[in-house]
């Protein structure tokens, strides 16, 4: 329940910001990956200057900075309100047509554009806690883009509400929206002197309650090939197929463990993800993925086994094995300021939810941040189904969130 008295903008900002196609492009060498983010920023930036946050800008990498200035005597530590403006590559947020189902009574959501694609509460038992409230969908074709513009309408709630309540007592706070992150560039060029943040909370969770302080760690791998070409028709005895040799490697990953497939809760894998080349050279690339560096450890060297094993059974090949860390468990970094997350924990508290405490199977740009000097918990925004054509949200769970950012900027302000 809200404990906040909110006439809320978050919905209505949401589906203004949802038609704005900011999906990001991991083959792309650009800084933001694609212009087209900036389009959002753009509206973004306008719409904090109208709330009088004088300073927000957009700069010249796609980042959206705003300052909601202190309106106490205490001398509160700088929060940061994180979200990711991008969507994912995995599905098109072109032309995106969103469609609030008001009242929603419980049965299967059929999208317009796309009949056989169905939201059913069978495959999303969540929906049953939903009913009576209002669900936000794509129509079919698209995803939604909940993840995270949730959480960036969410921010900007937030924002106009303790803009508008001077009753609302909290320091300054700090907005920071990134382009990126889906393809995992989201804070690479994230200027943290300007931001001037010493705590930072990222709104790009699922549901109310959640609260994340654990992710994975994370390093990236390439093995790079290369074979001994010769003309197939005199190949005999002489030719090694770099094509061949790549998929070998990949052939002998382990299925029944080491495997997204096959793995869960704190269970880490080995994922390729992709594989090209010709007969004279070939590539593979992995992402690796553990909760300790130690297990991150160990799969690589699992992995670089497997790739000399292989090699040894073409001995006129050779290969590299190159590993790229991506980001690190940001819990090594909030257990060293337990109030981070007891502050949030009390937030939530607070709207008389009980928060869900779990680790992310994965990242967000707070992993990065936590270890740029700006320790960085994941709290829930509300989306579900991310990264597909089921994408939805609920607007009550939107409103929470908005309560949660103000909840936690007066419990910093109380506690200072």
Not at 15 to 39: A, G, H, I, R
Not at 59 to 71: C, K, P, Q, R
């Amino acid at each position: 329940m809200s404990n906040h008295s909110f006439k809320h903008t978050a919905a209505e900002r949401f589906l203004k910001y949802v038609t704005v196609d900011t999906q990001s492009d991991p083959n792309s060498e650009t800084v933001p990956t694609t212009m087209k983010q900036k389009d959002l920023g753009k509206i973004l930036v306008q719409e904090l200057l109208e709330m009088g946050l004088s300073d927000a800008h957009l700069d010249e990498h796609g980042y959206v900075y705003a300052t909601l200035a202190s309106n106490t005597d205490k001398d509160v530590p700088v929060l940061c309100f994180c979200s990711h403006m991008d969507t994912a590559p995995d599905a098109s947020g072109t032309n995106v047509k969103p469609i609030v189902h008001k009242n929603y009574d419980g049965s299967d959501i059929v999208l317009p554009d796309d009949t056989t694609q169905i939201i059913s509460p069978k495959r999303y038992p969540f929906l049953n806690e939903k009913i009576g409230q209002d669900i936000i969908t794509a129509s079919g074709l698209t995803l939604l883009g909940s993840d995270d513009k949730a959480g960036v309408s969410e921010i900007m709630d937030a924002m106009y509400q303790m803009m508008n309540d001077p009753s609302i007592k909290h320091g300054k706070v700090r907005v920071l929206f990134t382009p990126d992150e889906e393809v995992g560039r989201g804070v690479d060029h994230a200027d943290m002197e300007k931001l001037g943040a010493t705590v930072g909370y990222t709104l790009d969770g699922g549901k109310p309650g959640s609260l994340e302080d654990e992710t994975f760690s994370a390093d990236g791998v390439v093995i790079n090939i290369t074979g001994v070409p010769i003309h197939p028709g005199y190949a005999k005895d002489k030719m090694e197929n770099a094509i061949k040799i790549a998929s070998e490697i990949v052939t002998r990953l382990p299925k029944d463990r080491l495997s997204p497939e096959t793995t869960e809760k704190k269970q880490g894998f080995i994922h390729p993800t992709s594989i090209e080349g010709l007969l004279a050279q070939a590539t593979v690339k992995f992402i690796v993925r553990d909760f300790t560096d130690e297990k991150l450890e160990e799969h690589e060297a699992e992995l670089k086994k497997i790739m000399e094993e292989v090699l040894a059974e073409y001995p006129g090949s050779t290969a590299d094995f190159v590993v790229t860390e991506q980001y690190r468990n940001m819990k090594k970094v909030l257990d060293k300021q337990p109030n981070i997350v007891a502050y949030a924990d009390q937030a939530i508290r607070r709207m008389g939810l009980e928060p869900i405490k779990s680790s992310i199977r994965g990242g967000t740009d707070g992993s990065r941040l936590s270890f740029m000097g700006l320790p960085c918990p994941n709290i829930f925004a509300g989306m579900q189904a991310i990264h597909s054509k089921h994408e939805w949200v609920c607007i009550q769970d939107m409103n929470l969130a908005v309560d949660m950012i103000v909840n936690i900027c007066q419990i910093w302000e109380e506690n200072s």
